[in-house]
Structures are given as structure tokens and as C-alpha cells.
């Protein structure tokens, strides 16, 4: 995934304890680039207000993009709250779009088509 600003989203991940009932842990994880790819990466544990902020948020609401090179139809999978701070956010902020690649590869095959 290419983009600007702060990737970051929050992680909830079951454990389950020594008694062996199930705790429920939440985790802010960023995209990072490594080896051309982007991959997610584990920066800290959440603070209450987003974890109260991702209770608002309907758990299943998993927005689906497609890759923005157009010979490409790989997906992506991000949390809803993310694609809506790409697509309405960020353009509001930074007065454009920002375009959305499955990989460093796609991205540079589209920006040189989009060079001609
Ligand atoms: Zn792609």
C-alpha cells in the first residue's frame, strides 16, 4: 500500500490467560515497507480512548480497494475507518487523492504509464 500520513490502525487480538478464559487485547499497529512490501508492524499497545473508539466501529466493517494500477486486480483489506481517512480525509487535507497499490512494483508500473 502507498500512502501519505499516518497508517496506523488498531490490532484486537484474543489470548487466552492462565486460566485459560479468553482476555481481549488491543494493539496500535502501523504499515511499514519492508522488502517492497507493506506489511503490518506492532508499535505499541492502544490507549483506552481508541479502544473505546474501535467499540464504536462495527468489527466486521472490512472495506475492500483494488489495487490502483488498472492491469492489476489484487485486493486490499483495510479497516472501513482507514479507507475513509484515504479517500476523504487525506483529500481534504492534502487536496488530492491518494492512490492505493498492492505493491512497491504495481506502484511504479503505473507511474511510469502515467508519465507516457
Ligand atoms: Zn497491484
Not at 496500535?28 to 508499535?43: F, L, N, P
Not at 480525509?89 to 492505493?100: A, S, W
Request: charge should be positive.
Amino acid at each position: 500500500m502507498i500512502t501519505c500520513g499516518n497508517m496506523g490502525f488498531i490490532k484486537k487480538i484474543n489470548r487466552k490467560d492462565k486460566k485459560g478464559s479468553i482476555k481481549t487485547y488491543y494493539y496500535y499497529y502501523e504499515y511499514i515497507k519492508s522488502g517492497g512490501k507493506w506489511v503490518q508492524k506492532y508499535v505499541r499497545q492502544a490507549t483506552p480512548e481508541e479502544v473505546a473508539a474501535t467499540h464504536n466501529e462495527d468489527k466486521k466493517d472490512i472495506a475492500i480497494i483494488t489495487c490502483a494500477n488498472p492491469d492489476c486486480d489484487n485486493q486490499i483489506k483495510m479497516p472501513r475507518s482507514q479507507k475513509r481517512r484515504l479517500y476523504t480525509t487525506y483529500p481534504l487535507r492534502y487536496n488530492r487523492f491518494q492512490m492505493v497499490y498492492c505493491s512497491e512494483a504495481c506502484q511504479q508500473i503505473h507511474d511510469m504509464a502515467l508519465r507516457g
